[in-house]
């Protein structure tokens, strides 16, 4: 019987192993198949065990871009506590989270949101908080995406991160105590901006380039819907979130664009396989913040002035304060339908994945 040799890392050239690992050490969420919303590091956890060289070489490939929710905030401040440790006890097995991690979602967190209560511990000096650990990593992100609901932790991580920087950052002779130029806020509603009061917040704000509300709340993805089978307003139309009209866009000093996200309807159209499973193709509308800073926030985004065929000329009265051209707008379609409603996992798995994609498909999203 002929016995088939065994292939061994060792038989491969270096090259080969390399992009072996790196795409066996990629989340599944940025993978085109055997995707698994709560086995998204598995195997990058695996390859962690196998050995030190192995670690050292997974690690960043699997921090790259994090997601953090209920599932997996809690593996992850556990994770960051053992580096804090390792510090002190065993330095060669510390690894350094923060300057790897370049895109991070948090949320929906429930009841594990980290704690600002310091922990003892008996392998370190100090009590740290797990707040203390996890700010870092997330201001350290380029890009950042957060639950709506979930802004109170990310306004104490800038918080604490400005309370302990130097007063020299007034004549600005030290850089800002944050890195993230993206902001993704899921899940928007019409409520206050408390970080905008303080001098954190607001200068985190004013740091931001891009900003992107991803996904819509249910109501204003089936409001869309209802206004175009309506034919309240035209087919290339798009009535703005009223939540917009709350945004603190002064603020936003360095903003360049706004992207907003709609569920795509061609008529006729289906409302009951929608309300069977809410999955539509998104359109991406990628505005410049000319359009919203420093002036009241147009509640039309208009494809063509006047009336359109097989529409109603409701939004014809519009002034043009009140509208923006959809000449002035980037439109893109997805590859492929996402859920806009639906069960918690199903919905924040599927929008999770849009966004660790790079809200890519085969370049056509390009944000």
């Known amino acids: 019987m002929e016995i088939t040799p065994r292939a061994s890392f060792n038989d491969l050239p270096a090259e080969i192993v390399a992009i072996i690992i790196k795409y066996a050490a990629e989340p599944t969420f940025v993978q085109d198949e055997d ?25 960043p490939i699997m921090l790259h871009t994090v997601v953090l929710d209920f599932c997996n905030m809690p593996a992850f401040l556990h994770a960051l506590r053992m580096q804090n440790e390792y510090a002190q006890t065993h330095p060669a097995l510390r690894f350094e989270y923060t300057p790897h991690v370049r895109n991070i979602w948090i949320g929906p967190c429930l009841d594990v949101c980290p704690s600002d209560a310091p922990v003892d511990s008996s392998l370190t000096s100090e ?18 995406a957060i639950y709506f609901s979930c802004l109170n932790l990310l306004t104490s991580c800038i918080e604490r991160a400005w309370t302990r920087m130097d007063k020299n950052i007034d004549n600005g002779s030290l850089p ?82 706004v992207s907003l996200v709609f569920p795509r309807v061609q008529l006729p159209f289906d409302m009951f396989a929608y309300n069977w499973r809410a999955e539509q193709h998104a359109e991406v509308l990628t505005l410049p913040s000319s359009m919203l800073k420093g002036r009241r926030v147009p509640v039309l985004i208009r494809g063509s002035k006047g009336t359109e065929e097989g ?27 996402v859920l806009f409603c639906g069960c ?3 919905f924040h798995s599927d929008w999770e994945r849009v966004w660790a994609s790079g809200l890519q498909a085969e370049g056509k999203w390009g944000l």
């Open 176 to 257: 800002l105590p944050w890195k993230t130029k993206t902001l993704t806020l899921s899940r928007m509603t019409s409520d206050s901006w408390e970080m905008a009061k303080l001098a954190s917040g607001s200068a985190f704000l004013a740091s931001i380039t891009h900003f992107i509300a991803l996904p819509p709340e249910e109501h204003d993805a089936l409001l869309h819907i209802l206004l175009r089978t309506k034919r309240a307003i035209g087919p290339q139309n798009y009535g703005t979130p009223l939540w917009m009209s709350d945004v603190p866009w002064n603020s936003f000093e360095k903003l360049e664009k």
């Open 35 to 59: 995707f698994h919303p709560t086995h998204s590091y598995r195997t990058a956890r695996k390859l962690c065990l196998v050995s030190h060289t192995l670690r050292h070489f997974a690690l």
């Open 127 to 144: 009590p740290v908080s797990d707040l203390d650990l996890i700010a870092p990593v997330l201001l350290g992100a380029s890009s950042l």
């Open 344 to 346: 918690d996992i199903c």
């Open 311 to 337: 529409s109603l000329d409701n939004d014809a009265v519009l002034s043009g304060a009140d509208c923006i051209s959809l000449n002035d707008v980037h439109v893109a379609v997805s590859d492929h339908p």
